[in-house]
């Protein structure tokens, strides 16, 4: 038996979709001013001894490399982490988590929502060590091909990013739109970006720029976590993309 799924489309958070055009973070960090420029240097070079790995199919020493120097999936303290004191990656905003990033393990615990995801009595937890130990090969390799399929085929795709993020900065998610080969290319190489604003006009949301079913969106006053940060701008935008309103529409 075949199920029928009405799939439309495809929305994507600050996502790390092409590791090899997204890894180059030392000079953005060093223009937010958080490191000095050895600094910027030392991540420049072990983001390039990263790509070099992932070119050559190694994907999981890269993983391994910038786990230790930056990413912190699976160690503690990082490179970044002992230069900056940043102990959180997701917003330049916050060098320690905020304790409201937290108040989903309450809701995910709640009997409404363990009988919607089927978990039954099932103990939640929060590690992710063994979950990034079976995933380290695959964290570093490229989506791209099935970003192209989509795109080629029609499905609306939406990028969003937060302009606050350190983890996956704007300018690299930019960097990754900026290499994708697929028939709109030229038009996206040409294409300028417009603003995007509340329904009422007084809040600058962010800035969009689209090209057939391809859509980005910087969201301005946010993180890695852009639902967390600003949550009704969040709502808006998705269900803007969802409607094929503004700022979807033009």
């Known amino acids: 038996m075949r199920v029928k799924i009405n799939f439309q489309g495809i929305a994507c958070g600050n996502g790390?979709?092409?590791?090899?055009?997204m890894l180059a973070i030392g000079e953005f960090i060093f223009?937010?001013?958080i490191i000095d420029r050895l600094t910027a240097d030392y991540l420049s070079q072990s983001s390039?001894?990263?790509?070099?790995?992932?070119?050559?199919?190694?994907?999981?020493?890269?993983?391994?490399?910038?786990?230790?120097?930056?990413?912190?999936?699976?160690?503690?303290?990082?490179f970044f982490k002992n230069t900056t004191g940043f102990e959180y990656i997701y917003n330049q905003l916050h060098h320690k988590e905020p304790q409201s990033v937290g108040r989903?393990?309450?809701?995910?615990?709640?009997?409404?929502?363990?009988?919607?995801?089927?978990?039954?009595?099932?103990?939640?937890?929060?590690?992710?060590?063994?979950?990034?130990g079976y995933f380290a090969e695959d964290f570093m390799r490229s989506a791209v091909p099935q970003f192209t399929v989509l795109l080629e085929n029609g499905y609306r795709v939406l990028v969003y990013s937060g302009q606050l993020d350190i983890a996956?900065?704007?300018?690299?998610?930019?960097?990754?739109?900026s290499q994708l080969r697929?028939?709109?290319?030229?038009?996206?190489?040409?294409?300028?970006?417009?603003?995007?604003?509340?329904?009422?006009?007084?809040?600058?949301?962010?800035?969009?720029k689209s090209v057939d079913n391809l859509h980005f969106v910087a969201v301005r006053n946010s993180g890695h976590m852009v639902p967390h940060d600003t949550p009704q701008a969040a709502f808006d935008l998705i269900s803007a993309f969802i409607d094929g309103s503004v700022p979807f529409n033009k």
């Not at 790390?16 to 055009?21: G, L």
């Not at 996956?168 to 739109?177: G, I, R, S």
């Open 31 to 33: 223009g937010i001013g």
């Open 182 to 208: 697929w028939s709109g290319t030229n038009l996206w190489a040409r294409a300028g970006q417009r603003q995007w604003r509340s329904s009422d006009g007084e809040k600058l949301r962010g800035y969009v």
């Open 16 to 21: 790390f979709t092409d590791p090899v055009n």
């Open 168 to 177: 996956v900065p704007t300018t690299q998610t930019e960097n990754f739109l």
């Open 48 to 78: 390039e001894e990263a790509r070099q790995h992932i070119r050559a199919g190694r994907t999981r020493l890269a993983y391994t490399i910038m786990d230790r120097i930056y990413i912190g999936v699976t160690t503690q303290d990082t």
């Open 104 to 132: 989903y393990k309450h809701f995910v615990t709640t009997v409404d929502v363990r009988r919607a995801i089927h978990v039954g009595q099932r103990k939640f937890s929060t590690s992710r060590e063994a979950v990034a």
